[in-house]
């Protein structure tokens, strides 16, 4: 088992910055690539962003060049640094553990989730 805790949401006004952090727990040898998921009210989840254990990532269209994933392998965080944030960013942010290194962008990939954190972006 892995436990997900994050950390690092609120409000923020619309073109300002936030860094949500995702620290694991527990049965860590298992971490392979980590992910960024969000769901928005009355709205599918989507992947956002991942990261694999060689720090190589992958963004979703809607937030490559604005987001950075990066993950601190000693310490078991995995990080995502939203800048530019729209309105259309206000959402719940879930950070997941992949079942393997090669975890892509569908929720199935992902078999331990964080809580999640909500992220509100003002106008």
């Known amino acids: 088992q892995v436990q997900l805790v994050e950390s690092g949401g609120g409000l923020v006004q619309a073109g300002g910055s936030q860094r949500l952090s995702c620290a694991a727990s527990g049965r860590t040898s298992s971490m392979y690539t980590m992910g960024w998921f969000r769901q928005a009210p009355g709205k599918e989840r989507e992947f956002v962003s991942r990261i694999t254990w060689s720090l190589s990532t992958y963004y979703a269209h809607s937030v490559k060049g604005r987001f950075t994933i990066s993950r601190d392998n000693p310490k078991k965080t995995v990080y995502l640094q939203m800048n530019s944030l729209k309105p259309e960013d206000t959402a719940v942010y879930y950070c997941?553990?992949?079942?393997?290194?090669?975890?892509?962008?569908?929720?199935?990939?992902?078999?331990?989730w964080g809580q999640g954190s909500q992220v509100t972006v003002s106008s």
């Open positions: 997941a553990v992949g079942r393997t290194e090669v975890a892509g962008t569908s929720g199935g990939d992902y078999n331990y």
